[in-house]
């Protein structure tokens, strides 16, 4: 079992982002951390945990009492002996050696920095509280104080070229960090950046430019030892995300917190998802006072089973294991997609052996075509 926990305060919003995340005062952050912990003595399951996320939101907001209120509430309910993966989600501008040093003692042995980018202008353009200089120096201390530490970069951001993203990732290489995260922007609704463009007025990079930042990155980050595991994570050999390689791989895990959603296994369904409400006053209130504060519950059908399964892990490198698919649904995979894997073999997307089916380098760029390529006719 893995547990996610989720942590939806920011010290501002940045202009492309639409996590679950607001601005608050200490005193909401408090009764946050209350319910939380309520919800984890709540929610006890009996199987031993994995894996640990803390993610947001900026889970570094919490200071060390609030964080370890919630961690010593973990210990406490649950079985964290064969616990190997503890990552916590932090931001340049929010930390500094000693918070690095007490998030050590709580247990924490992985830390994903969120950096975007190196170049000073571009991160003043996204919002961003922090400078370069600052992301550098809290990434140095990082690694001689952990030794797992992941960075998240961007790309295809306004006004950014493929010199400018090429100047960050050797920046990020000199760093000497385990795990590198690279995602493309997606201009989504409800943000800055969604209502610049729907004014007409978000200048992204052209086609060329963004194959140009693409070609930078599958090549340049190999090069230098961090090998691509998943469409947008790259990491050293033996420091891949165990908790995200989870979520791709059919693994259980409980979600906690507003907003956070769950997947449990079970004998007689093929899984069931179900996740909280995103409203932090709904959710504190709630769980003060005992309501249920699940919005979605879903059982998923053989057909949805199917569709998820084969998405989720098409985005790792290794992609669909086919024995997988047959254990779990008694049927082989070419029984149910013969078509869709002729077309996009037709289409130069996927490598198919006898073991596994996998996206190549131009159906990575191309992965959202191909997953809606999974979905079954209902
Ligand atoms: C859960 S977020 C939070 C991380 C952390 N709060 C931070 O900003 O430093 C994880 C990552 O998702 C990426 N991200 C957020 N919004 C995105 C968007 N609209 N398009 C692409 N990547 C996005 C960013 O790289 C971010 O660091
Ligand atoms: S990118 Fe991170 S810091 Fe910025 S608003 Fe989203 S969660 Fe908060």
């Known amino acids: ?79 964290l002996s064969h616990c190997i993966e503890f990552t916590i989600e932090a931001n340049p501008g929010t930390v500094n050696k000693s918070y690095f040093n007490d998030l050590r003692k709580l247990g924490i042995n992985r830390l994903s920095l969120g950096v975007q980018s190196f170049d000073d202008k571009l991160l003043h353009n996204l919002g961003r509280i922090h400078n370069s200089e600052e992301a550098i120096e809290n990434v140095k201390t990082a690694v001689s104080i952990f030794d797992n530490v992941s960075i998240d970069l961007m790309y295809d951001l306004p006004n950014q070229t493929a010199q400018i993203l090429k100047n960050t990732l050797d920046t990020a290489i000199t760093l000497h960090t385990q795990h590198i995260s690279i995602y493309g922007l997606e201009v989504e609704e409800g943000t800055e950046f969604g209502r610049l463009q729907g004014l007409g007025d ?82 504190i209130d709630g769980i003060k006072s005992g309501l249920d504060i699940k919005i979605t519950e879903e059982i998923l059908t053989q057909k949805a089973a199917m569709e998820e399964f084969c998405f989720l892990a098409l985005r790792k490198a290794e992609g669909i294991d086919l024995n997988q698919f047959t254990d779990k649904f008694g049927v082989d995979i070419n029984c149910v997609y013969s078509e869709t894997i002729d077309k996009l073999k037709y289409e130069g997307l996927i490598d198919v052996s006898n073991s596994h089916i996998k996206l190549n380098k131009r159906g990575m760029k191309y992965g959202n075509y191909a997953f809606a390529e999974f979905l079954l006719d209902p």
């Open 1 to 79: 079992m893995q547990i996610y926990i989720h942590i939806p305060f920011c010290r501002a919003k940045c202009k492309y982002c639409a996590f679950n995340s607001i601005v608050a005062q200490n005193d909401l952050i408090d009764e946050y951390v209350d319910a939380l912990c309520m919800e984890i003595k709540q929610s006890i399951q009996t199987q031993a945990v994995s894996t640990i996320y803390f993610g947001g939101g900026t889970p570094s907001i919490l200071n060390i009492k609030q964080l370890s209120k919630i961690v010593d509430t973990l210990y406490k309910d649950y079985d």
């Open 202 to 283: 978000l200048k992204l990079p052209d086609d060329d430019e963004s194959d140009k930042m693409y070609e930078l990155i599958t090549k340049e980050l190999p090069q230098h030892g961090f090998q691509r595991y998943e469409i947008s994570n790259f990491a050293i050999e033996g420091f891949e995300s165990r908790h995200n390689l989870g979520y791709w791989s059919d693994t259980e895990y409980l979600g906690l917190g507003a907003g956070a959603h769950s997947y449990i296994q079970s004998e007689s369904t093929f899984g069931l998802r179900f996740s909280n409400t995103s409203n932090i006053r709904e959710y």
